[in-house]
């Protein structure tokens, strides 16, 4: 099975701060690799897709990079409604994988 | 609009059962792999199960299987989740998810609570 760890768990930045969260696999994944945002009471919500596309509707100040086992995501500009919990997936094979997930909080 | 809607959630005791659904709309539910997903507290987002698009080929992770069973009915677009021999560790928030693509999750439902306790 494939095990995803993410880096930081938590991190704590100020709105307009640039932030960047690290996703490592065990094993490469190729570009299978994506992004959720999660907040408090809501489901989850897709991000980015395959390392690096955006989802239809996601604010071009999220991106994503990276292949085979470590990936990154990025925001520019961070904003007060991107203050969540986000998680990497991996979608390589089953069974499919989370990291342990991100706390954003406001500094 | 798609719309994912699960049910079935409450409390039960260990060992106990539990059978969850999740309603589709908006899209061709046939036409799609279809996941739940756990959200236990204190803890991250766990997969627990997908089926294919016409229930011929279905995967668990190691923690439910034998367990857990998941099945769909693309005639009442509804998808299942039995949910048998229930652990402490069960508790959490159960999501359907709609698979799409190189299988990453588009859709969710807003999830339903099972509480496992004595």
Known sequence: DIQMTQSPSSLSASVGDRVTITCRASQSISSYLNWYQQKPGKAPKLLIYVASSLQSGVPSRFSGSGSGTDFTLTISSLQPEDFATYYCQQSYSTPYSFGQGTKLEIK | ?118
């Open chain 2, 1 to 118: 609009e798609v719309q994912l809607v699960e049910s079935g959630g409450g409390l039960v005791q260990p060992g106990g059962s539990l059978r969850l659904s999740c309603t589709a709309s908006g899209f061709s539910f046939r036409s799609h792999w279809m996941s739940w997903v756990r959200l236990a507290p204190g803890k991250g987002l766990e997969w627990v199960a997908n089926i294919k698009q016409d229930g011929s080929e279905k995967n668990y992770v190691d923690s439910v299987k034998g367990r857990f069973t998941i099945s769909r009915d693309n005639a009442k677009d509804s998808l299942y989740l039995q949910m048998d021999s229930l652990r402490d560790e069960d508790t959490a928030i159960y999501y359907c998810a709609r698979e799409w693509g190189a299988s990453y999750f588009d859709y969710w439902g807003q999830g339903t609570l099972v509480t496992v306790s004595s």
